[in-house]
């Protein structure tokens, strides 16, 4: 490996460190991509209003503040001879998030009602130094409207403790999966030492006093000056306050929480706001979609399964087109057109090697893992794993193959939705993991470094090849 790899996959990695440790809901992803996009000149439109959409242009449009999708337009871009190259990730990973009433009281302890959202390791949750994050509905001035602002506590507020070894039966020391319901619910005070320090002093006076604790709706106001009167409701994450770190003896993992998928989607951010990713002679429009509720189905206005994909994709065309176009351009330029899914994959756990069929195990800072399952779990196929294997080699990016075993389950990714939803050809890649969906996970540097060359290749390269295997 060349020293210049290293140094810039070590750069590459710091830079996610900063961005994933401040990156601690859905809603903190979208506003952090959008400061990114706006300082490379990134143009805001809104579905609600017309786009006024040239050659050259930068743009990007959000829903719910928590999908975003960002697209730049070549210069060169002709109606008749264009198509879509689009990399597409989630903003959402699994976590515990905080039920709409959370008002919840144990033996004298103060405890959140939470729901967990997505196939979480639960059991991860335990004994960790936990605080909350998300979005902040309120009411504006003269109760008329409403305003949302975001939220992040950084100190840690609740744990959910573990119950002592001595007090388990046999069968249930080796238990790792909680009951939901009732063994998930943080304490994040003491009704004892508040009745000493405080008194008796709570009145909910307050409507949303009656559904969550005082003193956690007195932080919130404290934290983002809303008034606790205006204060409506809250949409709000439960996440870790360890930050992510480099680890290993020679520093080459990253240790953090949400790598599935924001080790993706920050990779394929930073590859369209690179330069190098827009050929001066572009014909096509580059974009970047990044939604909402993939660990969860992507069944919502805002997720993978809606018409968010295709109306935009059909609106940008229309647009740029203007007047003379014909009724069947947009189809031809979808025919032209490729989506990557990028989800992160699994690397081979070297205690459970056997879980991995034999010939198919990658392996963390090898390569990026191109993503197979013949029962269309996965959306890769022959045409277009070929196609990225091209662009792979043209931007010296290792790859790795992965199927699960015969014998064993499959997870599935946005890739075979938006393939059906839009009628686009797709393939499903990822960067190899251990510990998904665990509260805090692991990957390689240097594969993020090969996302990021995979990515620039594919959105400066793709329209280059000659894609006339896409007719068959």
Partial sequence: MEPAVRTAAVKLAEEFIDFVNKAVSPYHVVDLCKTLLKGKGFQEIFESEPWKLSPGGRYFLTRNGTTIFAFTVGANWVRENTGFKIVGCHTDSPCLRLAPISKLQSQSYHQCCVNPYGGGLWHTWFDRDLTLAGRVLYRTEGSNGLGSRLFHYPRPLMRVPNLAIHLRDGADRNKLEPNKEVELRPIFSSEVYRQLTHGDSRKDNVPIEAKHYEGLIQLISRE???PTQDISDLDFCITDTQPATLLGLDQEFI??????????????????LADEAHAPDDQYVNMVVLFDHEEVGSLSSQGAESMMLRQSLERVYNVLAGAGNSVDGFEAALSRSLFISADMAHSVHPNYAAKHQELHRPQMNKGIVLKVNVNQSYATDGISASILRLIAERSKVPLQEFVVRNDGPCGTTIGPIVSARVGIK????????LSMHSIRELCGILDGYYYFEL?????????????????S
Avoid at 426 to 433: E, K
């Fill in 426 to 433: 797709t393939l499903d890649i990822g960067a190899p993991q």
């Fill in 255 to 272: 240790s953090s929480p949400r790598l599935d998928n924001l080790y993706s989607s920050y990779q394929a951010l930073r590859a369209i």
């Fill in 455 to 471: 990515f620039k290749g594919f959105l400066a390269e793709y329209q280059k090849l000659d894609n006339s295997i896409l007719r």
């Fill in 224 to 226: 983002t000056g809303i």
